[in-house]
């Protein structure tokens, strides 16, 4: 049976679930299909919106480590007071004597300077040397923008198979339920006959206990799928960014669509668009960006200048000038650390390079199984749908039998019953050989219903 094929059968199998259970209350109903609900998560779930905005983060970062390719200019403005300043003492007579006269008459006291000063300066400086940092931290800024990408990729996935199993698992339970009540029907007539057959004399007490008891654990169905339902649709609402307390009315038909391919196929894909390979690629790159700039602090740093100055109060400088050349930077020896950090990059490269190659192996091992699983759903599907049939013809049988008065009330309850609880299984089985397919594209890279 192929995944397009399941689509009518489930819903007309689960459509018993949108005419067994009225609607009560006031709240508005949501109509909702599979493909729309994934869309949705994908645009409103909080953890998601979280991984765009870090994107968004890292799109900053590198355009902020791309600006510093270009120049900078700045300014440097001063103003001091000095506490004592130089003085040039020019002693009386030091200079000649013209005409019997000392020159000069008296001893001159010249101050240098001014004791407030006030200078300022404004440079135009272009890094040289610094580039091929520069260079190599902006590949490591456009790759964290990369992972951050796969990042968003892959939570995207999850979230698509999380939207697939929770919406399953509320069709399944919903018809789960549905076949508990039609349980708890059958356990309440049985008891019934057995107290009348214990009333009667042709029956022992002890089978009216046991119908009893039969009809609680029924009950008992009845609660534990109802609050299944409860957390299913709590969860639901949350993953696709509604309030808790939405009211959601599934489409009971899922849309599938599966293309069937070889292993070494998906194996092909997973290796080209699967997200976390991908990332752990993007990582690589980023470590060996990061050996490279490591290894740049070898190089000196030297850095073209041009500045103008206006200083007012030191002595022998004009108010404005200019000065223009190259400065040189460099450390001659640091105790082994450039060494120490080149060889930290490296060895952060070798991690990242032998993450790619385990990755590669986990995905593969996760594609192995989902086929299989997808294999083994399949068969799963082709047995419930048989057993469906046979349940169907026998609640037929029964009916007719109960017509005819052959047998009682209880047998065609009993019947009804376990009609249900096959189609259920079916849903169930269907349901899940859909999931398989979902998990199976998420192996590979592809966001399931989009």
Known sequence: MSARSLCPFIGVVAGCILIGFPQTGTAEVRHITLSEAVHLAVNQNHALKIARIKIEEYRQKKAGEHSSYFPVLTNQSNALHITELQNVLIPAGSLGIVGGSLIPPLTVNLQQGKQSLYSSGTMFAQPLTQLIGIHQKNRIAAADIAISRDDLKKAEDEIAVQVHTLYYGILVTQLQKKAADQETLYAQENLRESEQDVRAGSALKTAAIGSRADLLQAQQSVLTADLQLADLKTELNDALGLPLDTELELEPAPPAQFEARDKSEY????????????????????????????????????????????????????????????????????????????????????????????????????????????????????????????????????????????????????????????????????????????????????????
Not at 349 to 359: I, M, T
Not at 399 to 410: C, D, F, K, M
């Open 267 to 450: 194996l092909k894909i997973a290796w080209a668009e699967n997200p976390e390979i991908r990332a752990a690629e993007d990582t690589v790159r980023k470590a060996r960006a990061a050996v490279s700039a490591a290894k740049t602090a070898y190089i000196p740093n030297i850095t073209a200048y041009a500045r103008h100055s206006y200083q007012d109060g030191v002595p022998f400088l004009v108010h404005n000038f200019g000065t223009f050349g190259v400065t040189l930077d460099y450390d001659i020896f640091d105790f082994g650390k450039r060494r120490a950090a080149v060889r930290e990059s490296e060895d952060q490269l070798a991690e990242a390079e032998e993450n790619v190659e385990r990755l590669k192996d986990e995905v593969a091992v996760s594609i192995e199984r989902s086929y299989n699983k997808v294999e083994q759903t399949k068969h799963m599907v082709n047995v419930a749908t048989q057993v469906v049939s046979l349940r169907q013809e026998d609640e037929r049988i029964t009916t007719n039998q109960l017509a005819q008065g052959e047998v009682q009330v209880t047998a065609r309850r009993q019947a009804s019953a376990a009609n249900y609880k096959a189609q259920a299984d079916l849903l169930q089985a269907s349901l899940g050989y859909l999931l398989a397919q979902a998990e199976l594209e998420e192996a590979v890279g592809r966001t399931p219903g989009l």
